[in-house]
Every structure is written in C-alpha cells, then in structure tokens.
C-alpha cells in the first residue's frame, strides 16, 4: 500500500480478496503496510487489484523466473557483444539503442559483404545473417552451415561488425560459438530446452527470440534456462505472434517490450522484419519500437531482394533503408539514449 494509504483502504482490499475466497494477512510497518494474498492467483486477476485506492503496486512473488526477474536483479543489465577480430564490443542494455542489420541468409560472401556495407553505413553496429535457416519447408534453403559462419567471421575482419547468427541443432553449438559473437535462438526454437541450455554452456551472449506461440512468461522461462547454466549475457527479442490478424505475417507485440523491462531486467529488442514479414511496414515498426523503449532492433536488409533466398520480401534497401537509418540517428535521442556506437570500446 502507498504510505498515504488509510485504515479504509487496507480494510477495502482485505474485503475484495476474502469475497473471491481469498485470504489476506496485514503486515503494518512504519512507512507502509503490506498485505499478503493467499489463495487462486488467477480470481485475484480479477479484482485488478491495481485499481483500488492506496495500493501502490502488486507483486506476484510466486514468479516462476528467478535469475532473469528484476526483483532480483532491480537495475535493468547490458549485455556487451564482439570484441575480437578487430571488432568493438557493442553494449545492448538501457543508455543505448543499437541497430543490428543484415541479410535473412548468408548466401555468397559478396552478398553478405554487400549486405553489411548497406547495414553498416545505415549506421548498424551488429551484423546479423543465418548461416542454418530454420525454414518451415524442409524443401526450402536450409543455409550454408560451417561455409556460412566461415563467410560471417571474414567479413566481421572487413568491416568490424561482430555477428550474431542462429543456431538450430545443440551438435553445432562449438562451431557457431568459435565463429560468431552473439548466439541466436529463433522463434521456433524457442521451447527446446536442450539447445537453451547448450548456449547457455557457449559462454557467448545469447540472441533469445520469443516463441511466435509463447506467453511472456514462457519466454522468460526460456531465458532462465540459460542464465541458469551461468549465463545471464541474454537478450530478448520481440518478433511477433501468431494472431488471427493476416496482413501481416505476425502481430507485432509491441507492448511486450515495457512489459518485459518491467518485470525482467535483461535488454528487450524488436525485430520488425520478421513480425511484419512485409518491407514497407519496417520504418514506421521500428520508429514504434525506439518511441516504446526497445533496447534495439534488428532488421533484414539484402542488396537484391529479388533474388534472395531468404525473406526477400522484407529486406531493405534503398529510400526505405535511408528512412530508417534516420529514424535510427534521430529518435533515439528523443527517448534518452545513444547510439550504441557511441559507447562502444575497442577490444
Ligand atoms: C531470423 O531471424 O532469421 C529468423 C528466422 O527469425 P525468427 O526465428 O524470428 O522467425
Ligand atoms: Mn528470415
């Protein structure tokens, strides 16, 4: 209860909890007074006991997540990505805003060259790119493999941007770890819990995207099984949900990104591009996600979407691409933050 709460008040929410059946136990201290709730958590969510007059916050402490919540860990943590092969070491976290770019697939080192260079004088500091596509169809490009992730680290050494990249199958967690700076699960991997906890053993930081069918909570679960492994370098990345909504390929959530940062202290960042599924929609999804607080966002760009093996349909380039590099530069400021190359060290 607030400090200016009144005996009224406290007897109130004691009223509302035992008409659910509910107990209430009142713990009066000298500032404040706590009430403790016993009973069925969800006919509690009924009472939206947020509302009532004199509380000042309502804490579920039964949360299911411990090492990614932030009631254990109140101040929301950065996570720093690169810092060999000449590149910097990025800061993900809450001072900064980084944009992360790049192609869908690594499919040619000239593609994946090309790629970054547009990315980079975008202003992105992290280069993405798949080299194992999870692809719905088995009949669809499956990626590169070790080829792809041998492509990425060269042009890692000729740009200087560190790389994250997916990984599918946990067999492949030493090769994709020697290779890349930041690990990503993607969304359809979201609940393989043997793979969670082999990148989590990787001792890099971890790109964690939310499962496209997956609650909040399920998705910090899966953050708690590789902090659990002694990892807690992971980064959260809302990339839309399945919905009944068909123009667009996902529902964007973009109300998860406060969400998360209020109940998790790790960094939150959007990825427009495979919510949407559509290039057009990317600039004013991404302005949405710096204006709501993202730490980030990562975005697919391609220097030939026609032919792309991958995703073309969303990968930017050109006019679009220059929007949003100015979205990227102006908008962050507006919201407190820094480019994040401008806090990034040299390693
Ligand atoms: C990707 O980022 O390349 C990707 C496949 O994304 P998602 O897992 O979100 O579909
Ligand atoms: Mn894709």
Known sequence: MSPEATDEDVAHVVERVESVGGEAFVS??????????????????????RTLKGVADVHRISDP??????QHHPERSTVWVGGRDGAPRVPIGPETFTFMAGPCAVETPEQTLESARMAQSAGATILRGGAYKP??????????????????????AATGMPVVTEIVDARD?????EHADMLQVGTRNMANFGLLQAVGDAGKP???????????????????????????????????????EPSTRNT???????????????????????????????????????????DGIIVDVHPDPETALCDG??????????????????????VDRVPSHERATTA
């Open 28 to 49: 009066k201290g000298v500032v404040r007074t706590i009430i403790g709730l016993v009973g069925d958590i969800e006919s509690f969510h009924g009472l939206n006991l």
């Open 65 to 70: 997540y411990k090492l990614v919540s932030r």
């Open 135 to 156: 692809r719905t169809s088995p009949y669809a490009f499956q990626g590169l493999g070790v080829k792809g992730l041998e492509i990425l680290a060269d042009v890692r």
């Open 173 to 177: 967690v030493d090769v994709v770890a």
């Open 206 to 244: 971890v790109l964690l995207k939310r499962g496209m069918t997956a609650t909040i909570e399920e998705w910090l679960m899966a953050a708690e099984y590789i902090a659990q492994r002694g990892n807690l370098d992971v980064v959260l990345c809302e990339r839309g949900i399945r919905t009944f």
């Open 252 to 294: 964007l959530d973009i109300s998860a990104v406060p969400v998360v940062q209020a109940t998790s202290h790790l960094p939150v960042i959007v990825d427009p591009s495979h919510a949407a599924g559509r290039k057009d929609l990317i600039v004013p999804l991404s302005r949405a996600a710096i204006a709501v607080g993202a």
């Open 313 to 334: 349909p969303q990968a930017l380039l050109g006019t679009e691409l220059r929007e949003l590099a100015q979205a990227c530069r102006k908008l962050p400021a507006l």
